[in-house]
């Protein structure tokens, strides 16, 4: 199971086009000679090459791998992970997309310094830092990995390739680059996977007779309702584990807020939000039907014992490479699709990289610096974070059996939280009831986090004290709980809100606007009773501080 000159062909073309991208916007326009250009793109992207962007951040290599193979070891249980994807991205439209767009900010820990402190904005940006890095050299390394083991594709020479091209076109093109790669990206890995269920199914006697053997064989499943948190895969774990997991990727997420902000209007980010929901349905019928097809085709052409994968990561690139192997180039169309999902993953952690960085960590203690050279700067962090890149490759390349075991372990969640593989491969022993404790189904694990951020945030509140209301900036607050009670009482409405003031709802939703130089902004939600405009944002005065009334993130 050998590359031909026709694949090795296909996958150069996925890296020079690429690269070529990078260059026509490294040359085109304003050239990447400002900050905001090369970070933000100028603000100036429509929805939908923002919406194939976010989709193909979210679609990484791990998960092209991972989850077919999910589907042809488990069954079909995962597909219900698709009722997550609705309120996943509705809540990011028009909760955190308002918010972040109108406070005009470039790092999403910007938001973390105007609600509480300095101190909490550079924790959590180093935290991010750190995790990210970490994830890179992973996601470079992982892929080429399982190619290698079944192909004999070069290792070293895939890894370097890739993170090079990468490097290249991120340093150069800044993000209207990376989004426009992203879109030629998505492309690519919708067609790999395409080609691989149409030929595959074809040679097992059609997708009908893949579906029916499926049933016969207990792969399609029905509904679980088992509410137990320890079940890898229900239709709660999946269904309402999935909506966090959805927040922590597309509502707080550095890459993904990154691209909202790129957008021309906030409008154009909402719709970016719409506009990827089916692309994300699609994705992912696609992966479940390519394992179904796996499953029937291995039914028909079983692997002898001794050439069976020995991870599950491999599994697909087996399939593929025995199905395809007769077909000289599509191949390499899966490879290109594999890769374009590292590429799109590892070029977003680039620029974000290099945005919080500087954002973060340089303009606060260089707020003098000039444009030209904060995007000089800008620029070679993003070269400097591709070269640590290739570094972490080479790190987890001597990881040895650490890596494999947690990678095949956790593919498909390795996207939302890299670290929790690395802890669940972890050979030290644990006490009966933390070993009970990390049998939670990984689905949960955002929900945990959020809960405990949550928990803990309101008992130290609690013993500190609440933050006056004049200390605390009204744009970094949506006030969801009076939307959700819109359709109340007023009297109703000011007891469930502590017995403060609730938003003038009688005359209906309004926003305020304030004119600077003859035009109109948006300013956000509701005014409430007491409200003055100043400072180019709502200033409320006399606000209540009831908790329920009010949530920040």
């Known amino acids: 199971m050998e590359f031909t000159a026709i694949d090795y062909s296909i996958f150069a073309l996925l890296l020079v086009l690429s690269s070529a991208i990078g260059l026509f916007y490294a040359l085109s326009g304003d050239r990447q000679r400002t900050v905001q250009e090369f970070l933000l793109a100028n603000r100036t992207m429509s929805f939908l090459p923002v919406a194939l962007s976010l989709l193909a951040t979210f679609q990484s290599a791990v998960a092209i791998l991972g ?23 509705l809540i990011p439209a028009h909760i955190f997309i308002p918010v972040f767009y109108r406070l005009r900010i470039t790092s999403t820990y910007e938001y973390l310094e105007l609600r509480f402190n300095k101190t909490v904005r550079i924790l959590g940006t180093v935290t991010f830092i750190f995790q990210m890095v970490i994830y890179m050299g992973v996601v470079l390394y992982a892929p080429a990995l399982a190619l ?102 597309y509502g707080v997420n550095q890459a993904q807020v990154q691209r909202y902000l790129s957008a021309r209007s906030e409008r154009e980010a ?24 796996m499953f029937a085709y291995d039914q028909q052409h079983p692997l002898a014992p001794s050439g069976r994968p020995g991870f599950s990561d491999q599994l697909v690139l087996y399939f593929v490479m025995d199905v395809l192997k007769d077909l000289p180039g599509l191949p390499g169309l899966f490879v290109a699709c594999l890769f374009s999902g590292s590429l799109s993953t590892i070029s977003s952690a680039f620029n974000s990289l290099a945005t919080v960085t500087m954002e973060d960590l340089v303009r606060p203690h260089y707020p003098g610096l000039s444009e030209p050279r904060a995007t000089l700067l800008s620029k070679l962090l993003a070269l400097g974070y591709g070269l640590l890149c290739l570094g ?47 049998s939670l189904s990984y689905m949960w694990y955002s929900a945990h986090n959020s809960t405990t951020v949550v928990l803990v945030g309101l008992l130290v509140s609690l013993l500190t004290g609440p933050t006056p209301a004049a200390d605390v900036d009204p744009r970094t607050i949506y006030p969801v709980l009076p939307r959700l009670l819109c359709c109340l009482p007023p009297k109703c409405r000011r007891g469930l809100c502590c017995g403060g003031d609730s938003p003038d709802q009688d005359a209906g ?19 409430w009773p007491g409200e003055e405009e100043g400072q180019g944002y709502i200033r409320r005065e006399g606000a209540p501080t009831c908790a329920l009334q009010e949530t920040s993130f």
């Open 67 to 89: 989850v077919p193979a999910e589907i042809y070891r488990f069954g079909t249980q995962y597909w219900f992970l698709g009722c997550s994807y609705l309120l996943g991205l």
């Open 148 to 249: 290698n083991a079944v192909t004999g594709f070069d290792l070293w020479s895939a890894v370097l390739t890739m993170g090079l091209v990468c490097t290249l076109y991120t340093t150069l093109g800044g993000l209207k680059a990376v989004i426009w790669t992203d879109v030629f990206q998505t492309l690519v890995m919708l067609a790999g996977q395409l080609a691989v269920i149409v030929v595959g199914a074809q040679r097992v006697g059609g997708m009908a007779h893949v579906w029916r053997l499926a049933q016969q064989e207990g792969r399609i499943s029905g509904i679980d309702l088992d509410p137990d948190p320890f079940q890898r895969h229900t239709f709660w774990t999946l269904a309402v584990g999935g909506v966090f997991m959805m927040l922590s990727l």
């Open 270 to 293: 909402k719709l970016s939000c719409y506009a990827v929901f089916p692309c994300q349905q699609l994705v992912l019928c696609l992966s479940c039907l390519t394992g179904l097809v």
């Open 392 to 438: 972490m490759a080479y790190v987890s390349s001597m990881l040895g059996p650490v890596l494999q075991p947690s990678a095949s372990l956790a593919w498909w969640g390795a996207h939302s939280w890299g670290s929790s593989a690395w802890a669940c491969s972890s050979p030290a022993p644990t006490p009966r009831g933390l070993q009970k404790f990390y």
């Open 509 to 527: 939703p309004r926003h305020t606007e304030a004119k600077s130089n003859g035009v109109a902004n948006s300013l956000g939600p509701p005014r």
